[in-house]
């Protein structure tokens, strides 16, 4: 069976800030309060997490985590509010998407 | 400056069948009537546009490409009806799913 694929992201200057598998990465650390753990979500390893936090922020010219030292745990890595609205903003941006593909794919291959 | 920016193929069984890239190498077989000259238009190897050419035939079942030995000019490639079909499909499938994803951006980044 064939099926439509598609992938959709966010550049500037011709680099990537944002996409959907680095929301998922956002999300991972707001679940976890952690890069660590997230990093183990995503199944990468803590360097390339880090290092796409870190892409995403300097080349969005904003902060997305703010990491806590010490405390009960042993701190952890919060998002910011500006973290939370772009993560809200790409869902809509990409919300429904799929939907309008498969019956773009449906009206032009399935057919005949 | 932020734009969006997406890809679009067709998977079976977890690989690629065609893909914009794909749709590309076929045009430029039919422009060029060679797979040579077309690898040599899509800026790769003659081997990785005759590996492509050749996945998605056997991907799709079906020929895509028939190959003229000698004659005058040494011979050639041309396109299959099917491959002709398969071509003006996919430019439907994403004939203008670029303003689509532009007016989702517009709608939920450039605001605010």
Redesign the interface.
């Known amino acids: ?12 200057d011709g680099k990537v ?1 944002l996409s959907a598998w680095r929301i998922h990465l956002l999300e991972a650390i707001e679940e976890t309060g952690s890069i660590t753990a997230a990093a183990v979500m995503m199944e990468v390893p803590y360097r390339r997490a880090w290092q796409r936090l870190h892409e995403m922020e300097e080349r969005l010219g904003i902060p997305l985590v703010e990491t806590e030292i010490g405390g009960v745990g042993g701190g952890g890595a919060k998002l910011t509010l500006k973290a939370r609205d772009l993560i809200a ?2 869902h ?3 919300d429904g ?1 799929e939907n ?2 498969e019956a ?2 449906q ?3 399935a057919e005949g």
Not at 1 to 12: D, Q, S
């Open positions: 069976m064939i099926v439509p694929k598609f992938n959709l992201w966010l550049e500037r800030v903003r790409f809509r941006f990409a998407l309008e593909i773009r794919y009206r032009t291959f």
